[in-house]
Protein backbone atom coordinates (compact mmCIF):
# COMPACT_ATOMS: atom_id res chain seq x y z
CA UNK A 1 0.00 0.00 0.00
CA UNK A 2 1.10 3.42 -0.99
CA UNK A 3 1.59 6.14 1.35
CA UNK A 4 -1.46 8.34 1.29
CA UNK A 5 -2.95 11.81 2.90
CA UNK A 6 -5.68 12.02 4.96
CA UNK A 7 -8.06 10.98 7.57
CA UNK A 8 -11.31 8.52 7.66
CA UNK A 9 -12.28 4.63 8.63
CA UNK A 10 -10.43 1.67 7.65
CA UNK A 11 -11.37 -2.37 7.57
CA UNK A 12 -9.65 -5.12 8.12
CA UNK A 13 -11.06 -8.86 6.87
CA UNK A 14 -8.97 -11.93 7.78
CA UNK A 15 -8.30 -14.42 4.35
CA UNK A 16 -5.80 -16.72 6.09
CA UNK A 17 -5.92 -20.25 7.13
CA UNK A 18 -6.44 -20.17 11.00
CA UNK A 19 -9.13 -22.70 12.14
CA UNK A 20 -10.49 -20.32 14.24
CA UNK A 21 -11.50 -17.99 11.81
CA UNK A 22 -12.30 -19.98 9.05
CA UNK A 23 -16.00 -18.71 9.34
CA UNK A 24 -14.81 -15.35 8.27
CA UNK A 25 -11.96 -16.59 5.52
CA UNK A 26 -14.78 -16.18 2.56
CA UNK A 27 -17.24 -13.63 3.98
CA UNK A 28 -17.51 -9.82 3.73
CA UNK A 29 -17.29 -9.98 7.46
CA UNK A 30 -14.69 -7.37 8.56
CA UNK A 31 -12.58 -8.72 11.65
CA UNK A 32 -11.82 -5.14 13.00
CA UNK A 33 -13.01 -1.85 12.23
CA UNK A 34 -11.28 1.79 13.08
CA UNK A 35 -11.03 4.97 12.40
CA UNK A 36 -8.37 7.76 12.16
CA UNK A 37 -9.01 11.09 12.75
CA UNK A 38 -7.55 14.71 10.99
CA UNK A 39 -6.99 16.33 14.27
CA UNK A 40 -9.20 16.75 17.66
CA UNK A 41 -9.19 20.40 18.30
CA UNK A 42 -11.07 21.87 20.56
CA UNK A 43 -11.33 25.55 18.58
CA UNK A 44 -13.01 24.20 16.07
CA UNK A 45 -9.61 24.74 13.72
CA UNK A 46 -9.73 23.02 10.37
CA UNK A 47 -8.03 19.65 10.48
CA UNK A 48 -4.32 19.47 8.28
CA UNK A 49 -4.91 16.70 5.43
CA UNK A 50 -1.41 16.84 4.62
CA UNK A 51 -0.79 14.28 7.62
CA UNK A 52 -0.71 10.82 6.65
CA UNK A 53 -3.20 9.83 9.70
CA UNK A 54 -5.14 6.88 8.63
CA UNK A 55 -2.35 5.56 6.64
CA UNK A 56 0.05 5.54 9.39
CA UNK A 57 -2.83 3.87 12.01
CA UNK A 58 -2.93 0.94 9.25
CA UNK A 59 0.49 0.30 8.99
CA UNK A 60 0.93 0.26 13.06
CA UNK A 61 -1.69 -2.63 12.56
CA UNK A 62 0.33 -4.16 10.16
CA UNK A 63 3.33 -4.34 12.45
CA UNK A 64 1.50 -5.55 15.19
CA UNK A 65 -0.42 -8.57 13.03
CA UNK A 66 3.37 -9.26 12.29
CA UNK A 67 4.50 -10.20 15.99
CA UNK A 68 2.27 -12.70 17.02
CA UNK A 69 4.04 -16.09 15.76
CA UNK A 70 0.49 -17.27 14.25
CA UNK A 71 -0.72 -14.36 12.00
CA UNK A 72 1.07 -12.23 9.11
CA UNK A 73 -0.03 -9.51 7.40
CA UNK A 74 -0.50 -11.18 3.68
CA UNK A 75 -3.26 -12.97 5.69
CA UNK A 76 -5.39 -9.46 5.41
CA UNK A 77 -7.24 -7.00 3.61
CA UNK A 78 -7.99 -3.52 4.14
CA UNK A 79 -10.34 -1.67 2.98
CA UNK A 80 -10.61 2.29 3.53
CA UNK A 81 -11.77 5.52 2.93
CA UNK A 82 -10.68 9.32 3.36
CA UNK A 83 -13.07 11.19 4.98
CA UNK A 84 -13.72 14.32 6.79
CA UNK A 85 -13.58 14.38 10.53
CA UNK A 86 -17.56 15.24 11.12
CA UNK A 87 -18.08 11.80 9.49
CA UNK A 88 -15.58 9.80 10.87
CA UNK A 89 -17.52 8.65 14.26
CA UNK A 90 -20.77 8.28 13.19
CA UNK A 91 -19.40 6.53 10.15
CA UNK A 92 -17.21 3.68 12.48
CA UNK A 93 -20.33 3.44 14.92
CA UNK A 94 -22.77 2.60 11.79
CA UNK A 95 -20.18 -0.05 10.67
CA UNK A 96 -19.71 -1.58 14.31
CA UNK A 97 -23.73 -2.09 14.61
CA UNK A 98 -23.90 -2.97 10.98
CA UNK A 99 -21.27 -5.93 11.70
CA UNK A 100 -21.46 -6.98 15.30
CA UNK A 101 -19.89 -8.24 17.71
CA UNK A 102 -16.88 -7.30 14.96
CA UNK A 103 -14.15 -9.52 16.34
CA UNK A 104 -11.51 -7.64 17.11
CA UNK A 105 -13.46 -4.37 18.48
CA UNK A 106 -14.99 -6.41 21.18
CA UNK A 107 -14.68 -10.45 21.59
CA UNK A 108 -11.43 -10.37 21.32
CA UNK A 109 -9.91 -6.99 22.98
CA UNK A 110 -6.48 -5.59 22.92
CA UNK A 111 -5.75 -5.43 19.52
CA UNK A 112 -6.18 -1.55 18.67
CA UNK A 113 -5.33 -0.70 22.22
CA UNK A 114 -1.98 1.40 23.82
CA UNK A 115 0.19 -0.72 25.54
CA UNK A 116 -0.29 -1.22 29.42
CA UNK A 117 0.81 1.44 31.87
CA UNK A 118 2.40 0.65 35.15
CA UNK A 119 1.27 0.53 38.55
CA UNK A 120 -0.86 -2.39 38.82
CA UNK A 121 -1.37 -6.25 37.44
CA UNK A 122 -1.80 -5.78 34.13
CA UNK A 123 -3.51 -9.09 32.08
CA UNK A 124 -3.38 -10.40 29.21
CA UNK A 125 -5.80 -9.38 26.64
CA UNK A 126 -8.15 -11.67 24.83
CA UNK A 127 -6.07 -11.04 21.41
CA UNK A 128 -2.88 -11.40 23.05
CA UNK A 129 -3.94 -14.87 24.45
CA UNK A 130 -5.11 -16.33 21.03
CA UNK A 131 -2.14 -14.37 19.33
CA UNK A 132 0.97 -14.48 21.66
CA UNK A 133 4.12 -12.56 20.79
CA UNK A 134 3.31 -9.27 20.91
CA UNK A 135 6.34 -7.51 22.88
CA UNK A 136 3.86 -5.79 24.82
CA UNK A 137 2.37 -8.97 26.28
CA UNK A 138 5.80 -10.84 27.30
CA UNK A 139 5.59 -11.26 31.10
CA UNK A 140 1.41 -10.61 31.53
CA UNK A 141 -0.67 -12.70 33.73
CA UNK A 142 -3.14 -14.71 32.17
CA UNK A 143 -6.42 -13.20 31.29
CA UNK A 144 -8.77 -12.34 33.99
CA UNK A 145 -12.12 -13.65 33.08
CA UNK A 146 -11.10 -16.26 30.11
CA UNK A 147 -9.43 -19.54 29.87
CA UNK A 148 -8.41 -20.68 25.80
CA UNK A 149 -10.98 -23.09 25.70
CA UNK A 150 -13.67 -20.29 26.62
CA UNK A 151 -11.97 -18.08 24.14
CA UNK A 152 -11.90 -20.42 21.12
CA UNK A 153 -16.03 -21.08 21.90
CA UNK A 154 -16.90 -17.28 22.55
CA UNK A 155 -15.05 -16.20 19.51
CA UNK A 156 -16.90 -19.60 17.26
CA UNK A 157 -20.11 -18.30 18.90
CA UNK A 158 -19.26 -14.66 17.75
CA UNK A 159 -18.12 -15.56 14.36
CA UNK A 160 -21.57 -17.12 14.20
CA UNK A 161 -23.30 -14.20 15.06
CA UNK A 162 -21.41 -12.11 12.86
CA UNK A 163 -22.29 -14.37 10.36
CA UNK A 164 -26.07 -14.40 10.57
CA UNK A 165 -28.84 -11.89 8.59
CA UNK A 166 -29.89 -9.35 10.18
CA UNK A 167 -33.00 -9.53 12.42
CA UNK A 168 -34.80 -10.53 14.96
CA UNK A 169 -33.26 -13.80 15.62
CA UNK A 170 -29.86 -12.53 15.17
CA UNK A 171 -31.02 -9.83 17.40
CA UNK A 172 -31.83 -12.12 20.17
CA UNK A 173 -28.79 -14.33 19.88
CA UNK A 174 -26.73 -11.13 20.11
CA UNK A 175 -28.08 -10.22 23.34
CA UNK A 176 -27.75 -13.25 25.04
CA UNK A 177 -24.26 -13.26 23.89
CA UNK A 178 -23.22 -10.41 25.70
CA UNK A 179 -25.34 -11.33 28.72
CA UNK A 180 -23.42 -14.58 28.88
CA UNK A 181 -21.92 -14.99 32.08
CA UNK A 182 -17.93 -15.10 32.71
CA UNK A 183 -15.98 -16.81 35.86
CA UNK A 184 -13.48 -14.20 37.26
CA UNK A 185 -10.09 -16.32 37.22
CA UNK A 186 -7.84 -13.64 39.20
CA UNK A 187 -8.02 -10.13 40.16
CA UNK A 188 -5.53 -7.93 41.94
CA UNK A 189 -6.11 -7.31 45.54
CA UNK A 190 -7.42 -4.15 46.57
CA UNK A 191 -5.45 -1.55 49.31
CA UNK A 192 -3.38 1.89 49.72
CA UNK A 193 -0.29 2.67 48.06
CA UNK A 194 1.30 2.31 44.59
CA UNK A 195 2.58 -0.65 42.72
CA UNK A 196 1.06 -4.48 41.92
CA UNK A 197 -0.94 -5.48 45.00
CA UNK A 198 -1.63 -9.61 45.83
CA UNK A 199 -2.92 -11.04 43.34
CA UNK A 200 -6.61 -12.96 44.35
CA UNK A 201 -7.14 -16.81 42.75
CA UNK A 202 -10.56 -17.76 42.04
CA UNK A 203 -9.83 -20.82 39.81
CA UNK A 204 -6.65 -22.25 40.44
CA UNK A 205 -6.58 -25.35 37.64
CA UNK A 206 -7.54 -22.48 34.76
CA UNK A 207 -4.89 -19.79 36.82
CA UNK A 208 -1.71 -22.02 36.59
CA UNK A 209 -2.74 -23.49 33.10
CA UNK A 210 -3.53 -20.44 31.73
CA UNK A 211 0.00 -18.86 32.86
CA UNK A 212 1.94 -21.79 32.51
CA UNK A 213 0.78 -21.72 28.81
CA UNK A 214 2.36 -18.03 28.36
CA UNK A 215 5.70 -19.22 30.54
CA UNK A 216 4.70 -16.75 33.02
CA UNK A 217 7.22 -17.20 36.36
CA UNK A 218 4.70 -17.33 39.41
CA UNK A 219 7.68 -17.92 42.02
CA UNK A 220 7.70 -13.62 41.73
CA UNK A 221 4.01 -13.06 41.71
CA UNK A 222 2.48 -12.51 45.64
CA UNK A 223 -0.87 -14.55 44.97
CA UNK A 224 -3.24 -16.60 47.29
CA UNK A 225 -6.54 -18.52 46.66
CA UNK A 226 -10.14 -17.26 47.58
CA UNK A 227 -13.43 -17.24 46.85
CA UNK A 228 -15.06 -16.61 43.83
CA UNK A 229 -16.64 -13.61 43.26
CA UNK A 230 -20.22 -13.26 41.53
CA UNK A 231 -20.22 -13.76 37.72
CA UNK A 232 -20.12 -11.28 34.97
CA UNK A 233 -21.38 -10.84 32.09
CA UNK A 234 -19.62 -10.45 28.78
CA UNK A 235 -20.44 -6.77 28.61
CA UNK A 236 -19.25 -6.18 32.09
CA UNK A 237 -16.08 -7.52 31.72
CA UNK A 238 -15.51 -5.04 28.87
CA UNK A 239 -15.69 -7.45 25.87
CA UNK A 240 -18.47 -4.65 24.63
CA UNK A 241 -17.56 -1.60 25.09
CA UNK A 242 -20.58 0.96 25.52
CA UNK A 243 -21.59 2.96 22.53
Not at 102 to 123: I, Y
Request: one cysteine or more; hydrophobic letters at 35%.
Amino acid sequence: MKPFSGAGLYALYYKGDLEIYKGLKHADTPIYIGKASAGDSSYGDPPNWSQRKLFDRISDHRRSINEPHNLHASDFDVRYLTVDDIWIVLGERALLRAYSPVLWNTVMTGFGANPPGQGRRNARSVWDSVHPGRKRAIGLLCNRSYSGVEMDKLILDGIEISLMEAGEQRDKKLKEFRNRPAETIWQEAKGPGKGPKPVLVFRHEVFLEENSRFGVDLDDIEWELAAAPEQKTAEETGLFPSE
